[in-house]
């Protein structure tokens, strides 16, 4: 069982950054494949990037790839994604999720979720 918990959403204006945290409970993050996710309003969720079990291997989403950084502290339990040159087509809720290997920018196939942060761009 793993439980996360996201942080660092906020308004921002366009070219902006703001860095996402999300921290997972338990002993066993290291073991789990990490991936970000968000949800416009009226919108279906989407994949946004995800890191392996060691931080060795990433992939993002074509939209976000060159501006996003999504990186882990496995001694912290933490995820992050670091977001530069925000764009107002980036607001939406956030969302971390955890799965075993390996990762995948499938939304089903994660496991766990966090309840979601709120990053705004305004233009």
């Known amino acids: 069982q793993v439980q996360l918990v996201e942080s660092g959403g906020g308004l921002v204006q366009a070219g902006e950054s703001l860095r996402l945290s999300c921290v997972a409970s338990?002993?066993?993050?290291?073991?789990?494949?990490m991936g970000w996710f968000r949800q416009a309003p009226g919108k279906e969720r989407e994949f946004v990037a995800a890191v392996s079990w060691n931080g060795d291997s990433n992939d993002y989403n074509e939209s976000v790839r060159g501006r996003f950084t999504i990186y882990r502290d496995n001694d912290k339990n933490t995820v992050y994604l670091q977001m530069n040159v925000l764009k107002p087509e980036d607001t939406a809720v956030y969302y971390c999720a955890a799965k075993q290997p390996p990762y995948t920018d499938y939304v089903e196939a994660y496991e766990y979720w966090g309840q979601g942060t709120q990053v705004t761009v305004s233009s």
């Open positions: 338990g002993r066993t993050f290291s073991s789990y494949e």
